[in-house]
């Protein structure tokens, strides 16, 4: 009958038991597996628009549109008290909080008479720490006026770059972390009196230090000029130093030239453009990707895999305002995979959505898709994968609703989801230790 002899065939009730220790052992594995312990942590009612780690605290700016903008300060993410900078204007315009390896660094424009918070219009303030209670720094040395500067930094240096309108370029670097700047020499145009000149993202490549530099005014009011090309499209120029900053000379770029496409830089990974290296910069090859829509686009940002490989997100730009980023992996840096699903944003929003840097903590990786409909998050999914970054899955207790941003951070060998409401104000942190738990042969443990 079934093949089965009658005395080999097993009991109901031993049927019954190997049914029961099978939904056992399911349970134990899979979808039963238990989750990473999550702790949300309220803020109160002092919070800031963005939070950075610093050292054993975290720190931020604080909240809205006031000529009395503040450093924040917390050592659990709930409660914050205000700190005072040295030699702190007593008016500033908002305060820019960013994070450079293990240096977390402070800038701001001083606000006079007459006081706008949204027309910093007095000197330029940056300080910097490294373990968030412990700031150097103060006013630094240059004319601005009703022109605008911005602070890069290129490992340990930091380059401060700005104009007061329609004035030259003025270039300041600092290598020992604020504490004192030196003036360096230029050579860049000077365009017409209605632009002020800035400077925007730093990178190093073959000894040699590069930072984008920008011209901003008429150009970007659609106006044919100096610093557009004839179809209207603004024209691209760089600086770049070949003395450890002391001198910088700017080039305008073309997109044959790749002097002008920022490298960067994973272990033995250098990424410039559409091209990868894995010898220094020696030779450059073309990578694939399995997607169609970046079948040659590296990540942006890539991670090295401790066990052997890199990880990152490549975005593809289309029309005017969207964009989607993809999560890819490859083990030899030329052939890179997609990780996770992409375009996943409603279709009735246009929208753009994406990944970001993933970051590692104790053993595991993280990532989060989010989705925007103009300014405003609509939804968030975070995952997390194994220290080879081969496997993700999604963290279905973590609900991230309609809010206006979301940000992802480690702090004190936990990973974090930063929530952030209207101004944006942070409403609660998410803390996620995924150690609470083991997985030995399909049993979960502790």
Known sequence: MNGLNKKHRPSIYSVLVLTLLGVVALSACGHGTPAPTITVIKASSLVPEGVVPAGSVLVGPSAGLSEENKLLTSADGSHWTPSVLPVQPQHMAALKVEKAGTLVIASARALLEPID???????????????????????????????????VSIGDLLVIGGSKTGGPLNVLTSH?????????????????????????GGWSANGNLFTNLDYIGSAALGKVTETTNSDGTSKKFILESTDEAATWTSHECTNSNPICQPQRVAGSLHIRGNEVSLNNGKTWKTPTVDVKAIKHSPPQDPQSIP????????????????????LLRSDNGISWKEMLPHNRCPLHEHSQGGYPTPIF??????????????????????????????????????????????????????????????????????????NLYEIRCCLATR
């Open 307 to 326: 066990s052997g490989g890199w990880i990152g997100s490549a975005v593809d730009k289309y029309g005017k305002e969207q964009s989607e980023s993809y």
């Open 361 to 434: 903590s104790k053993g595991h990786w993280y990532t989060m898709y989010s989705c925007f409909a103009g300014t405003e998050l609509s939804f968030a999914h975070v995952y997390q994968a194994n220290a080879d970054a081969k496997h993700w899955k999604e963290l279905p207790q973590i609900h991230i609703g309609k809010q206006q941003a979301a940000d992802l951070f480690t702090f004190k060998g936990n990973f974090y989801v930063g929530i952030f409401g209207s101004n944006p104000k942070l409403i609660q942190l998410l803390r996620i230790d995924p």
């Open 176 to 200: 020992d972390h604020a504490k004192t700047w030196r003036h360096a020499g230029v050579r860049a145009p000077t365009f017409n009196e209605s632009q002020v000149a800035s400077i925007d």
């Open 117 to 151: 918070p949204l027309l910093p219009n007095g000197p330029m303030f940056v300080w910097t720490t490294h373990d968030g209670m412990n700031w150097q720094g103060g006013k630094i040395d240059i004319e601005l006026s009703d022109g605008f500067a911005d602070l």
